[in-house]
């Protein structure tokens, strides 16, 4: 805060040399106060930071959690049963000191003169008042931005404590350690909260400031015209919403639409966004989704099903061609972070290989395999370059189309040889 003096001691020079020694005194005076309470916030949070971090990091590393993990999950709210109090010091408590010191301490500058009396006439002045409209004040801003605070820590406690009873009763109910974010639909419920807190603040804002009714028609009546217009989509949007919210829709699936692919990650009123495989950002109006019939490619169960296409010469036996893929292909199965296979073999799937068709050079083949959508790229890839190498270990040849030319006779140039 050093630059900060800087500025105080330069102003209230400035002040000395225009006249206004006494002013320059009050600025001077206040910035120690202010000083003051701005070290002694910032000690008391950092005291509280320090004890957290020993407390709780070491409680939660010793449990196997990575300092990532741990990282993440405070930003998620994952540990809000341990973390309560200090998220409200963190988000509500300080910044609402830093406000009220504010005030606090011109009054206490003032006070040194004995002009609190005049200070708290300003304080309270309503220097913006529009009579059966709206008043404003100082007091007024600095209780309204306390109250922002407040409601903003209320509103992240209350969806964390949502996420976290959700999870548990997730957890309770399938005996999974690990949960997948699109097992569980929390953006209804983040929605529901949401709108809760912040109306209470809004309706508190409109009490605190005085602004009745009429006021409130006035906005209405002049924003009216323009919101007519738009009015059809954003509600046809709004409810589109609403209905995907309700569960035909989570984070964490992967939907196709208009021939895109991707994984959502978030769903609001007006559109969903989805990062595409090659991690494009796209949004699509929420009637837009069901206009065009969406696909959920993982909310049945996570599966998709892929066709290999490949192609044999003629005269290969198939039977030995099917099994030596087959065996190939199960080779390369594997778990992901959640314990799932990335080749689905239950509820009658298996590795098939399919006959296609009679090509013009080959027998055309199809390797069908269940594969887990957030792994097809990949897994996909690796398919195809192990059936090239295991046709080729076993001298299996894979033809291709080609065409021969033959010249019947060369033409003449006009030169004889002699």
């Known amino acids: 805060y050093a630059w900060l003096s800087f500025a105080v001691i330069l102003i209230a020079t400035l002040l000395t040399w225009f006249g206004r020694t006494l002013m320059s005194v009050e600025v001077v005076i206040w910035w120690l106060f202010q000083l003051t309470a701005i070290q002694g916030v910032i000690a008391l949070f950092r005291l509280l930071d320090i004890y957290e971090k020993a407390r709780l990091y070491d409680t939660l590393r010793a449990g196997g959690a990575k300092l990532s993990e741990i990282a993440q999950g405070l930003r998620n709210g994952d540990y809000i049963y341990r973390t309560w109090f200090f998220d409200f010091i963190h988000m509500a408590f300080v910044p609402i000191t830093g406000a009220y010191t504010l005030l606090l301490s011109i009054w206490l500058a003032a006070n040194v003169f004995n002009l609190s009396e005049t200070c708290r006439d300003i304080f309270l002045y309503n220097f913006f008042d529009i009579p059966n409209v709206i008043q404003l004040s100082i007091a007024k801003l600095v209780v309204l931005a306390a109250a922002f605070f407040l409601f903003r820590y209320f509103n992240y406690l209350f969806k964390a404590l949502f996420r976290f009873f959700s999870y548990r009763r997730l957890r309770r109910k399938t005996g999974k350690e690990t949960v997948r974010p699109n097992e569980i639909n929390l953006t209804l419920g983040y929605n529901v909260i949401g709108i809760i807190v912040w109306g209470l603040f809004v309706i508190l804002a409109f009490i605190l400031l005085k602004i009745p009714k009429s006021g409130i028609s006035l906005v209405t009546a002049g924003l009216a015209t323009g919101i007519g217009f738009a009015m059809k989509d954003l ?42 495989n090659d991690n494009c950002v796209m949004s699509f109006l929420n009637s837009t989704l069901f206009a065009n019939n969406f696909r959920n490619l993982t909310r049945n169960n996570s599966y998709e099903l892929i066709k290999v296409p490949v192609g044999v010469a003629y005269g290969v036996n198939v039977e030995q061609v099917r099994k030596i893929l087959r065996d190939a292909v199960l080779r390369l199965q594997y778990t992901d972070k959640y314990g799932r296979n990335v080749m689905d073999m239950h509820n009658g799937h298996d590795v098939l290989v399919l006959f296609s068709d009679f090509g013009d050079s080959s027998v055309n083949l199809n390797v ?31 033809p291709f189309p080609q065409q021969d030319v033959y010249i019947k006779e060369l033409p003449n140039n006009g030169t004889e040889k002699k």
């Open 235 to 276: 509600l046809n949007n709004f409810f589109y919403g609403i209905s995907l919210m309700a569960g035909r829709l989570r984070v964490g699936d992967w939907i196709e639409c208009d021939g895109v692919q991707g994984k959502v990650e978030s769903i609001t009123y007006q559109s969903v966004q989805v990062v595409t």
């Open 368 to 398: 069908a395999i269940w594969v887990l959508v957030v792994e097809k790229v990949k897994f996909i890839a690796h398919v195809k370059e192990v059936i090239y190498q295991t046709l080729q270990e076993h001298n299996i040849e894979i």
